[in-house]
């Protein structure tokens, strides 16, 4: 396991389509996070998984976002009727809830251009 | 609410000068402090952290930040710079026992440009 996966690495899409993005953690991680990151901006927070529960949304999350982690490995978030709003990087990390050092293991993201 | 200011979008320094990155934390409880470097086109990578103990923290690659909490700021240091060192650089903090705990809050980044 060489660390968190995102597939795809580039999506471009018409305004109105739905995308989906998927997310392989790091095995044994537990713990599963979406960030947005526009550019010129930090990572923004979306949600976060531990095990297959969802257990914080972010207001950010409208309800055209929804994400998945149905077997509590990897993660799928779609975007349903895209808006040219929703263009930007988007970030999964994983964690392991009992490891000491905090740090969250980022994978290299999903860039969606919405033209 | 958690924020983070970085106050430079931008940061030159010449090869082999020290460099500072400014971050300036504001929270209501004792915060876990950290920072992230990001490479064109790639994820974020942990750096280090603070979370208690020596004010002082060293982490990957040579950096060090020093967590003040006087000043409410967790500056990233290194001693000598190196042209591989340029890169996007994030500050963030996370609340532990708060909304959003489980969270991590990122400034806006600071673009470090190291001039060979």
């Known amino acids: 396991d060489t660390g968190v996966s995102q597939n795809p690495r580039h999506k471009i899409t018409k305004r109105g389509q739905n995308v989906t993005f998927r997310c392989d953690p790091i095995s044994e991680h537990n713990r599963l996070y979406w960030y947005r990151q526009t550019l010129g901006q930090g990572p923004e927070f979306l949600t976060y998984?531990?095990?297959?529960?969802?257990?914080?949304k972010s207001r950010l999350l409208s309800d055209r976002f929804s994400a998945e982690r149905p077997k509590g490995s990897f993660s799928t978030l779609e975007i349903q009727r895209t808006e040219q709003g929703d263009s930007a990087m988007y970030l999964c990390a994983s964690w392991m809830s009992a490891q000491t050092n905090y740090g969250y293991t980022f994978g290299s993201g999903t860039r969606l251009t919405v033209v | 609410a958690q924020s983070v200011a970085q106050p430079e979008d931008q940061v030159n320094v010449a090869e082999g000068n020290p460099l500072t990155v400014k971050c300036t934390y504001s929270?209501?409880?004792?915060?876990?402090l950290f920072w992230y470097v990001q490479y064109p086109n790639r994820g974020l990578q942990f750096l280090l952290k603070y979370i208690t103990g020596d004010n002082l923290v060293k982490g990957s690659y040579g950096f060090e930040a020093e967590f003040n909490k006087s000043q409410t700021s967790f500056h990233l240091k290194k001693p000598s710079a190196l042209v591989s060192d340029s890169a996007l650089y994030f500050c963030a903090v996370r609340v532990p026992n708060q909304t959003g705990a489980n969270n991590l809050f990122f400034g806006t980044g600071t673009r470090l440009t190291v001039i060979p």
């Open positions: 998984f531990q095990n297959e529960a969802q257990l914080e």
């Open positions: 929270v209501s409880g004792n915060p876990y």
